[in-house]
């Protein structure tokens, strides 16, 4: 794991992982077998990563370092510039449509504020966090939300990174289970 992946992860809480050049190093042999065994079983497939939906994030445009942290979860999540769009509390909320491509989307929400103004909620960050919320956005179609920290809050406190972190996997979780 590079460096720059080490320290992000670090920042964010996360002390233990395994790197993927390990495990690609211990098992390329029987990797090795298993795709000429599957090569074999099945003619020849072009392998593309398979998005799991879209990430609405919503929130004040980060500048600066809670840039940097942002463009971090993009790729710590490993999303691709199809798979998230950056949204504005200003949007028309009632006219946002989910792609037409039928995946799911879920709305991550930086900093209680926003989280009230799109839910239409009235508690506190603390008490939104680990929920997961709703946009209704009057297609007869709700999307979940998922509240965090705001990103330029998370630069001056970087121990809850850890807990931006949870919420990030709550999120992936719902947009798995939809």
Excluded: C, Y
Excluded at 7 to 25: R, Y
Excluded at 62 to 73: I, K, W
Excluded at 80 to 92: A, V
Excluded at 108 to 126: H, N, S, V, Y
């Amino acid at each position: 794991m590079s460096n720059t992946h080490s320290v992000f992860l670090k920042e964010m809480g996360i002390t233990e992982w395994s790197s993927k050049d390990a495990v690609h190093a211990i098992s390329s042999a029987e990797s090795s077998v298993q795709v000429q065994q599957a090569t074999a079983i099945a003619p020849q497939e072009a392998v593309e990563k398979v998005s799991q939906g879209h990430w609405w994030f919503f929130g004040t445009q980060p500048q600066g370092d809670a840039q940097t942290l942002f463009q971090n979860v993009v790729r710590t999540l490993g999303l691709g510039p199809q798979e998230w769009s950056w949204k504005s509390t200003n949007d028309n909320l009632g006219a946002l449509q989910a792609p037409g491509d039928g995946l799911p989307v879920v709305a991550f929400a930086f900093g209680g504020p926003i989280a009230q103004k799109i839910t239409g909620e009235r508690d506190p960050l603390p008490q939104l966090r680990e929920t997961i919320l709703s946009l209704n956005n009057g297609a007869d179609e709700e999307i979940p939300v998922i509240a965090s920290f705001d990103l330029a809050q998370l630069v001056t406190k970087p121990k809850d990174k850890a807990l931006l972190w949870q919420d990030l996997l709550l999120a992936k979780s719902v947009l798995q289970n939809i």
